[in-house]
């Protein structure tokens, strides 16, 4: 057993005087970046068919593709930080796929080098299912939304913790000008699992996510108990 740093890190760091108004339009300043995500996140996927290709014959991820793809992931986190899924900056986002360090919100995951194929075949459906429902409810699922349709007295049920708490800050924000530190940290923590989780279905690493919400805007320096690669190339989750 080896101890290792989680190869991905999110952060974010919150504007020191956010705008009391400008949340109210951000759907609209960011509909350019939506329509270029939905073309890059088609890219992703059919990208991630070809990777998972690759992971089986060759047990690494093409350099390339995995570049690209973690650019996608980068993107949309800096668009979500500005818009609804965390409304942290005032700063508009960068059409770039890169690094872009002086942003407020960043994203790194780490290269893995050898993959285990074993887990490439089950890993995104069936070893991260859990993840998925806990990423349906922060971000607000289908499921939830037919079950508040049927119910005819959820109106909520389609919208995910991450929403409401954003609602909760955005209304804080124009009422006293704070954009309360606790919400913020929490936010955080959720976004954090969403983006672990799509970086571990998207074959970018074999370690499991961690089962925990690491709240705050910098990444924690914790680490992750994973089981030593096998002689035959194989590992699996903690």
């Known amino acids: ?8 890190r999110v952060r ?3 504007d020191a005087q956010p705008s009391r108004w400008l949340w109210l339009v951000k759907w609209l300043l960011a509909l350019p970046h939506y329509f270029v995500l939905a073309f890059l996140w088609v890219a992703f996927v059919l ?7 690759a992971i089986l014959v060759t047990g690494r991820y093409p350099r390339g593709i995995f570049g690209f793809n973690v650019g996608v992931l980068r993107w949309t986190w800096r668009v979500q930080y500005y818009a609804y899924g965390a409304l942290g900056t005032d700063r508009y986002p960068p059409f770039s796929l890169g690094e872009e360090p002086d942003y407020p919100a960043t994203l790194e995951v780490a ?8 887990l490439a075949l089950v ?7 859990p993840h998925y429902l806990v990423a349906g409810v922060f971000l ?15 109106g909520l049920a389609g919208v995910g913790l991450i929403g409401i708490c954003v609602l909760i800050a955005g209304v804080t924000l124009a009422a006293t000008g704070r954009y309360p530190k606790g919400i913020f940290d929490m936010v955080l923590g959720m976004n954090r699992w969403v983006l672990r989780v799509a970086a571990y279905a998207g074959l970018m690493t074999d370690q499991y996510p ?11 320096a914790g680490t992750l108990t994973v089981p030593t690669t096998d002689a035959g190339g194989g590992a699996s989750p903690s």
């Open 123 to 129: 890993k995104w459906w069936l070893l991260a299912i």
């Open 1 to 8: 057993m080896s101890s290792v740093s989680y190869p991905v």
């Open 210 to 220: 961690p089962l925990r919400l690491d709240m705050g805007g910098d990444d924690p």
């Open 111 to 118: 290269y893995p080098g050898q993959l285990s194929r074993g």
């Open 140 to 154: 607000g699922g289908g499921v939830w939304a037919v079950a508040g349709a049927q119910d005819g007295n959820n």
């Open 47 to 53: 990208l991630s068919v070809v990777a998972w290709v």
């Open 12 to 14: 974010g760091h919150l």
